[in-house]
């Protein structure tokens, strides 16, 4: 099963719930794709000895790799971190992130600013581009197991929005607005 995304009804109701429009209005791959979001679909039964895995791990050059355990009973603080990561940011590297168990949202912004809300499940392995508007929420479900993963030493600081001033939201911009240079790879469902 391929992810699924939509663009999202705002509201102040809680950030765990699917905020669909009425009626719902999906958002394909090829639009997540123009974004510069990559997917890859994977069996996270295989996760510490899968060939595919490993594969994109080398081509891609992620070096470092590490788990989390997201749920009310393992994290302090946990409605306080969930606020954390749902505050609009972005990141000077990517943000990979492979789902072993358990399921949640990640929200990125398209062109015209607009939310679009990114469902993860147990097996999607998502990656959004350095520069891009986003943040995360667990769903009501509130429970996901992440790989993370990163190029060379993790690095976890988000800037928060405005920053149109900062050379990977520069960059993101000139890559994918312009229409010019489009990012050059396709997301692929595996």
Not at 7 to 30: A, C, G, I, N, T
Not at 71 to 88: A, D, G, M, R, S
Not at 106 to 121: G, M, P, Y
Not at 146 to 170: I, Y
């Amino acid at each position: 099963m391929a992810i699924e995304a939509w663009f999202m009804h705002e509201s102040d109701e809680d950030q765990r719930l699917p905020h669909h429009k009425s009626p719902p209005e999906f958002v394909s791959l090829e639009k997540l794709a123009e974004l510069g979001v990559l997917y890859w679909r994977l069996d996270p039964e295989k996760h510490e000895d899968d060939p595919e895995l490993n594969r994109i791990r080398e081509d891609r050059g992620y070096s470092y790799m590490d788990m989390l355990d997201l749920c009310p009973e393992k994290v302090e603080n946990y409605e306080q971190k969930l606020k954390n990561f749902y505050t609009e940011h972005i990141h000077g590297d990517e943000e990979i992130r492979y789902c072993l168990e358990g399921s949640g949202y990640f929200d990125v912004r398209d062109k015209e600013d607009r939310w679009i809300r990114i469902a993860i499940n147990g097996g999607d392995l998502i990656v959004l581009p350095a520069g891009i508007y986003h943040r995360f929420t667990l769903d009501t479900n509130n429970y996901i197991k992440l790989m993370r993963l990163f190029v060379g030493e993790p690095v976890w600081t988000a800037f928060n929005r405005p920053q149109e001033e900062h050379p990977a939201r520069k960059e993101y911009v000139k890559r994918s607005f312009s229409g010019a240079h489009r990012f050059g790879f396709a997301v692929a469902a595996h």
